[in-house]
């Protein structure tokens, strides 16, 4: 698991940080670092699973929630992949109206 793990990760900085080789150096660097202070740790460590939960959350969140921009002239272009989370916008449909949820309004809270 712990290796299946790492190459998520390792994926998922892939595709955050395409084309920006500083950075995707760093993470890889970071990534390695990290598993190989756990790697001399038994299987049945209670350490384990939590760290190997926490690699997997990191994946997924770089996959879906960065995104990275360049900047060209005054404007900044965003590399947005397919994996990136797009919102629907909800908090902004009901903005300057009063909400209801479950008998309180949102002013009530």
């Known amino acids: 698991m712990a290796l299946q ?3 998520h990760l390792m994926r998922a900085v892939r ?3 395409e084309g920006d080789a500083r950075v995707l150096d760093a993470a890889r660097q970071q990534i390695r670092m990290n598993f190989r ?8 460590d ?3 699973q939590p760290a190997i939960q926490h690699a997997e959350e990191v994946a997924c969140f770089l ?3 960065v995104v990275q921009g360049k900047k060209e002239g005054d404007r900044y272009k965003l590399r947005i992949h397919e ?3 797009r919102g629907d916008n909800d908090t902004i449909k009901v903005a300057g109206k009063t909400v209801t949820i479950d008998g309180k309004k949102c002013t009530d809270l």
Not at 37 to 44: D, M, N, R
């Open 83 to 85: 994996d990136t989370e």
């Open 37 to 44: 202070e756990k790697a001399t740790l038994p299987a049945s």
């Open 5 to 7: 793990a790492y190459r």
């Open 46 to 48: 209670p350490s384990i």
């Open 63 to 65: 996959r879906a929630n």
């Open 15 to 17: 595709v955050a940080f």
